[in-house]
């Protein structure tokens, strides 16, 4: 049985590929970061909002940590649908379907003398 091994060179050029890509991907997330505080005022947004900057960057780590396809953002889902999702729909089938005439009452009505 044979085994391939690489040459010390080809590792060499491996890695010298890989530290490329790593700094395109540091340039980008740079560049993204520069234009999003050039249009926002981060400092100002922060000040005023606190809450929703925790909020984002809670998200954005628990996506990054590898939370995004586990059980418990799968129980978070049906969570959502049951609460946000199916009020919306109930609404919306309520406005769309025709209402049943109301129930007159079976008593005339009193005439005052």
Not at 4 to 10: F, N
Not at 22 to 30: E, G, N, P, S, T
Request: net charge positive.
């Amino acid at each position: 049985m044979s085994q391939s091994r690489q040459r010390p060179d080809d590792f060499v050029a491996h890695a010298s590929e890989l530290t490329r890509d790593a700094r395109k991907v540091v340039d980008d997330v740079q560049t993204i970061y520069h234009n999003a505080s050039d249009r926002v005022n981060l400092g100002q947004f922060y000040q005023e909002k606190p809450l929703v900057v925790l909020g984002v960057a809670a998200g954005v780590g628990y996506v990054l940590g590898g939370g995004l396809f586990t059980p418990f953002t799968a129980r978070l889902l049906r969570l959502g649908t049951r609460f946000l999702l199916l009020p919306m729909v109930t609404s919306q089938l309520e406005r769309a379907l025709p209402q049943p005439p109301s129930p007159q009452s079976s008593t005339p009505p009193r005439h005052q003398e």
